[in-house]
C-alpha cells in the first residue's frame, strides 16, 4: 500500500500547534497522547518521546512523576492562573462606560472628546486611582469603543467645490475620476 502524505505539510503543522497552544483541553489531550504512546510501546523512552513529540524529556518524565503521584490523569490539565487584580470593579466600569457615551464637558472635563489622557484624569477625579494612558486606551478598547480621528479639510475655498473633492461625494465626476 502507498504511504500517504498530506499536501502541505508545514501549514497542518502550525495549525494543530496554534490548537493545542491555544486551547487548554488541547493541551491536555496532547498530554495524554504522548502518555499513551509511552505505555503503549515500551521501546520509548522519555528522550526518545520528547524528540517525537516536540517537548523536553523532562517535561514527560514531570507528567509521569505527578500522574504518579497523585494517581490520577486530572492533574495533568492546566490550573486556573491567578493574573493580577484588575484595578477598577465592574461597577466602575458600566459606569465609565455611561460617562464616556455622553461629551466629556458634561462630566466636568476641559475636553473636547474622550482620549486616553482624559479618562485618566476622569478615573483619578471620581474614583481616586490612577491609571496610565496606555491603560486607559485598554479600557476603552475593553467597553467597546474606538478611536476616530477627523479629517482635515481645507480651511479657504467654497463649500461645493469642497464636497466635490470629498472621497464619498456624488460629486466626484467632476474631478475627472
Excluded at 37 to 46: A, E, I, R, V, Y
Excluded at 52 to 65: D, G
Aim: proline letters at 3%; charged letters at 30%; a positive charge.
Amino acid at each position: 500500500m502507498k504511504r500517504l502524505t498530506l499536501n502541505d505539510p508545514a501549514k497542518i503543522e502550525r495549525q494543530i500547534d496554534k490548537l493545542i497552544s491555544s486551547d487548554p483541553e488541547g493541551r491536555f489531550i496532547f498530554r495524554l497522547c504522548s502518555l499513551k504512546m509511552f505505555l503503549n510501546d515500551p521501546g520509548f523512552t522519555t528522550e526518545s518521546l520528547g524528540r517525537l513529540m516536540q517537548t523536553s524529556p523532562r517535561t514527560i518524565a514531570n507528567w509521569i512523576r505527578w500522574i504518579n503521584a497523585e494517581g490520577s490523569i486530572d492533574i495533568l490539565r492546566d490550573q486556573e492562573k491567578p493574573g493580577r487584580n484588575t484595578i477598577l470593579n465592574e461597577v466602575e466600569m458600566k459606569h465609565l462606560k455611561e460617562k464616556i457615551q455622553k461629551h466629556p464637558g458634561e462630566v466636568g472635563l476641559d475636553a473636547n472628546l474622550w482620549d486616553g489622557k482624559s479618562l485618566s484624569h476622569y478615573i483619578k477625579k471620581k474614583f481616586g486611582k490612577e491609571l496610565q494612558v496606555r491603560q486607559c486606551q485598554r479600557i476603552f478598547n475593553k467597553l467597546g469603543f474606538t478611536l476616530k480621528r477627523g479629517r482635515t479639510m481645507v480651511a479657504k475655498g467654497s463649500l461645493k467645490d469642497k464636497q466635490a473633492l470629498k472621497k464619498t461625494s456624488g460629486d466626484s465626476k467632476k474631478r475627472g475620476v
